[in-house]
């Protein structure tokens, strides 16, 4: 059974930060590319970063300056750290697992392919 409960959105102050958390079923690491997207209300999904089995990573080019994704295996936990939070960052964020060859099409097919959970509000305001 696929698993993935997001926790830790909320509201912040523009130039805040948050950190989200992604409980997944323990077998997930290492069999998927794991990773993060968001959707706001009227737009179109996002990828924002994945992560391998190895804990390589790679992000979106307009992600890779303030977003911070990590995973700890032994708590079958992925991360999120958010920083200088802006308006234009409130979006449902989910978190997500892909099969895929590479961290670049696995990035890329977040949200589109595999699984994710029910998300995670955050709200930005200015």
């Known amino acids: 059974l696929e698993q993935l409960v997001e926790s830790g959105g909320g509201s912040v102050q523009s130039g805040g930060s948050l950190t989200l958390s992604c409980v997944a079923s323990?077998?997930?690491?290492?069999?998927?590319?794991m990773g993060w997207f968001r959707q706001a209300p009227g737009k179109e999904r996002e990828a924002i970063a994945a992560?391998?089995?190895?804990?390589?990573?790679a992000y979106a080019d307009s992600m890779k300056d303030r977003f911070t994704i990590s995973q700890d295996n032994a708590k079958n936990t992925l991360y999120l750290q958010m920083n200088n939070l802006q308006p234009e960052d409130t979006a449902m964020y989910y978190c997500?697992?892909?099969?895929?060859?590479?961290?670049?099409?696995?990035?890329?097919?977040?949200?589109?392919?595999?699984?994710w959970g029910q998300g995670a509000q955050v709200t930005v305001s200015s």
């Open positions: 992560i391998d089995g190895d804990r390589h990573s």
């Open positions: 997500a697992a892909v099969a895929a060859s590479t961290l670049q099409i696995g990035l890329r097919s977040l949200g589109r392919l595999g699984h």
């Open positions: 323990g077998w997930m690491f290492g069999s998927y590319i």
